[in-house]
Nanobody, 123 residues
Framework: QVQLVESGGGLVQAGGSLRLSCAAS????????MGWFRQALGKEREFVAQ????????VYADSVKGRFTISRDNAKNTVYLQMNSLKPEDTAVYYC????????????????WGRGTQVTVSS
């Protein structure tokens, strides 16, 4: 079992920045690829970014490429999402998720999920 808790969400103006954190507890964190997803009101959950279990590779959705950066610190059992140049369309609940071994862009392929943190970007 892996428990995930997100933090760092909030209200920010367009063009601003936020840094999300996801703290993991339970089984060996370094065995899991980690992903960030988001779900806006009335929309399906969508992929944002993923990072391999040792942090050597990352993948981003086109909509956030160049603005968001995913990273992890396996010594602290934490994954981060640095979000810069935020836009109103980035408004959503952001979730982190863990998938054993390798990452994926498909939400249903992840084994564990946090409860999410709200990010609201005002225009």
């Amino acid at each position: 079992q892996v428990q995930l808790v997100e933090s760092g969400g909030g209200l920010v103006q367009a063009g601003g920045s936020l840094r999300l954190s996801c703290a993991a507890s339970g089984q060996a964190f370094s065995r899991y690829a980690m992903g960030w997803f988001r779900q806006a009101l009335g929309k399906e959950r969508e992929f944002v970014a993923q990072i391999s279990n040792l942090g050597r590779s990352t993948v981003y959705a086109d909509s956030v490429k160049g603005r968001f950066t995913i990273s992890r610190d396996n010594a602290k059992n934490t994954v981060y999402l640095q979000m810069n140049s935020l836009k109103p369309e980035d408004t959503a609940v952001y979730y982190c998720a863990a998938r054993y071994n390798s990452g994926s862009e498909r939400p249903r392929e992840y084994n564990y999920w946090g409860r999410g943190t709200q990010v609201t970007v005002s225009s």
